[in-house]
């Protein structure tokens, strides 16, 4: 089994500008979907803290 760890040293090898690309824009597709779950879900701490305080001065 060869050692992963010895590669860390060596230089980077050149990507594709295609692939480079189609990587850059899919992480931009999932940081849009993160987003728009974000918006429309619920903070939940936010949602209790809102509850506990409206008790509290009742």
Sequence with gaps: MENPFRDIDKPLKS???ELK???MNDIAIAKLIMELA?????NLG???ETVI?????K
């Design 53 to 57: 305080s409206r008790r509290d001065k």
């Design 46 to 48: 936010d949602v209790i």
């Design 21 to 23: 690309a189609k990587v």
């Design 38 to 42: 974000e918006l429309f879900s619920y």
């Design 15 to 17: 990507v594709p500008e």
